[in-house]
Nanobody
């Protein structure tokens, strides 16, 4: 069982930056592919970014590529999402997710564990 707790959400002006953190419980964090997803009101949950468990390869949705950076610190059981040049369309609830030995990082149904979500609001 893995528990995920996100933090770092809030309100920011367009063009600003935020860093999300997701702290995981347990002693097997390094074996999990970690992903970030988001869900805006009235829309389906969508993939944002992921970092692989075995080689730290990173993957991004086209909409955030070049603006967002995902990273992980296995010693702290934490994954981060640095978000720069934020746009109003980035407004959503952001969720952290974990998939042990995961390889299909864009598919939300592959992830077994989810955080409670944190709200990001970007004002124009």
């Amino acid at each position: 069982q893995v528990q995920l707790v996100e933090s770092g959400g809030g309100l920011v002006q367009a063009g600003g930056s935020l860093r999300l953190s997701c702290a995981a419980s347990g002693r097997t964090f390094s074996s999990y592919t970690m992903g970030w997803f988001r869900q805006a009101p009235g829309k389906e949950r969508e993939f944002v970014a992921a970092i692989s468990w075995n080689d730290d390869n990173t993957h991004y949705a086209d909409s955030v590529k070049g603006r967002f950076t995902i990273s992980r610190d296995n010693a702290k059981n934490t994954v981060y999402l640095q978000m720069n040049s934020l746009k109003p369309e980035d407004t959503a609830v952001y969720y952290c997710a974990a998939d042990r030995y995961g390889t299909r990082y864009q598919r939300s149904y592959e992830y077994n564990y989810w955080g409670q979500g944190t709200q990001i609001t970007v004002s124009a």
